[in-house]
């Protein structure tokens, strides 16, 4: 079976009422259009998993991130491949999130992430964010 090697950016930031959240992107293709995710893509050779997020999320959102640590790596075996996937937590550094590859976004509740259909490999990223909360 194939494997993709990815990573995905977990952003956080704070909302009006000042409680924390997380950005969510929602797929315009593929088999898994319509899907939830953290934005993130592949890594590139020669590049570390950090450089190739923040490049990911400037070519996708068009913005700048700070990477700020590591969450978790996920393993999923998906039907037509195995995708391996090192999320981080991630805020906000320069410009506006601006989808130029995705359907839709929106700023979710660090303490209600399940309201969206979520990719079954992020569905894992949740789980290890629920337990650091």
């Avoid at 959102?61 to 039907?79: C, F, H, K, Q, S």
């Avoid at 410009?95 to 490999?121: C, F, I, M, S, Y």
């Amino acid at each position: 079976m194939k494997s993709i090697k990815v990573v995905a950016a977990v952003i956080k930031s704070m909302d009006e009422k000042e409680n924390s959240v997380v950005f969510a992107t929602q797929r315009g293709y593929g088999e898994y259009k319509d899907w939830w995710e953290f934005p993130g893509g592949k890594i590139e050779s020669g590049e570390t998993p950090e450089e190739a997020l923040v490049r990911e999320i400037r070519e996708e959102l068009a913005a700048g991130i700070i990477v700020e640590r590591y969450l978790t790596t996920v393993e999923y075996d998906y039907p037509g491949f195995h995708l391996s996937m090192d999320c981080f937590w991630c805020s906000l550094s320069e410009g506006h999130l601006t989808l130029l590859e995705h359907e839709a976004a929106k700023w979710l509740p660090l303490n209600d992430l399940r309201q969206v259909n979520w990719l079954p490999a992020d569905l894992l990223v949740i789980d290890a964010i629920e337990k650091e909360s």
